[in-house]
Nanobody, 125 residues
């Protein structure tokens, strides 16, 4: 099970930290990703991290602003989002995948197997 939290309303230029709590599976074995979907748009991979954190991917539009981190001891993944823009507004989902041999970029591009409920991020003044 995956549970995302931390969304909310923030002004442009502000920051939010999303959290994803995992339970019911061996967290160390899973890559984790953050995806988002804005109204009327397709879901897109925002950032993904491999099971032990050795591989990380960010989509171009968030590079330098977002940071993903994975705490295997706490079964948690975080997405620190800084310098938020209106175009970052979306429902954010965390997802997990136990398949080995894929890069973080692959997970973000092709999706993952386990999905949690999303958390809404609104960026507006």
């Amino acid at each position: 099970q995956l549970q995302a939290s931390g969304g909310g309303l923030v002004q442009p230029g502000g920051s939010l930290r999303l959290s994803c709590a995992a339970s019911g599976f061996i967290f160390d074995n899973y890559a984790i990703g953050w995806f988002r979907q804005a109204p009327g748009k397709e879901r897109e991979g925002v950032s993904c991290i491999t099971n032990r954190g050795g591989g990380i991917y960010y989509r171009d539009s968030v590079k330098g602003r977002f940071t993903i981190s994975k705490d295997n001891a706490k079964n948690m993944v975080y997405l620190q989002m800084n310098s938020l823009k209106p175009e970052d507004a979306a429902v954010y989902y965390c997802a997990a995948d136990e398949r080995r041999g894929n890069s973080a970029r692959h997970y973000c591009n092709y999706g993952m197997r386990l999905w949690g409920k999303g958390t809404l991020v609104t960026v507006s003044s």
